[in-house]
Each structure stands twice: as C-alpha cells, then as structure tokens.
C-alpha cells in the first residue's frame, strides 16, 4: 500500500503562484509514475499533470502547459506543481495519485491510489 498526503493548497489572486506537495509513505518503490488531477465544483476529475518516478518525464494538460511544472523528489518520495499565472478557472481540489505500472497517465483509472486532496481557490 502508499499512502498520498497533499499539501500547500490555499487562496491566492489570480496570476499569484501555489506549489502543491504530495507525500508518499508505504511501499514507495511500487509507484511507477505519479500524477495531479482536479475536481471543480459541478465538474468531472480532470487530469493535470504526471511525471514518471524514475526518469521524471512529466506531461501536462493542455490548460496547464507553461503555466504548471511537476517535479519530484525521489529521495523524499515527494511529488510537486508549482502552479504559476492562476486563473480563477484554475479553482478545484486538487488530488494526488500513484500508479503501480505503465499505463496512459491522464486516465484516473491507471492510477491505483489517491490522496484525499487539497483546496486551491483563485480569487479574480
């Protein structure tokens, strides 16, 4: 099992900055590759971004791409979005996830475990 705490969500202006961490414990080398979806209110899941544990090859929606950076932290077991230029838009929970094996990393149903999530609100 890997257990996914999300932190550093908030309310900031938009076009402020966010970086939101995800800690992982458990069976940390299980995780293949790591991803960031979000949920806004009357609205799907949505993928946002993933990056793959060892090489760290990251991918991006297209409404985050040059706005959004994933990194990680392997000896931390640590994943990040630093989120920059916010748009109101950019208001959801936002949710970290594991996956154990390759598979397409914008689908929810490639990742096998999640975090509870964390508030960002992008006041206009």
């Known amino acids: 099992q890997v257990q996914l705490v999300e932190s550093g969500g908030g309310l900031v202006q938009a076009g402020g900055s966010l970086r939101l961490s995800c800690a992982a414990s458990?069976?940390?080398?299980?995780?293949?590759?790591m991803g960031w979806f979000r949920q806004a209110p009357g609205k799907e899941r949505e993928f946002v971004a993933a990056i793959t544990w060892s090489s760290g090859r990251t991918y991006y929606a297209d409404s985050v791409k040059d706005r959004f950076t994933s990194s990680r932290d392997n000896a931390g077991n640590t994943m990040y979005l630093q989120m920059s230029s916010l748009k109101p838009e950019d208001t959801a929970v936002y949710y970290c996830?594991?996956?154990?094996?390759?598979?397409?990393?914008?689908?929810?149903?490639?990742?096998?475990?999640w975090g509870q999530g964390t508030q960002v609100t992008v006041s206009s």
């Open positions: 458990g069976r940390t080398s299980s995780i293949y590759r």
């Open positions: 996830a594991a996956a154990r094996s390759l598979g397409m990393h914008s689908l929810e149903g490639t990742y096998d475990y």
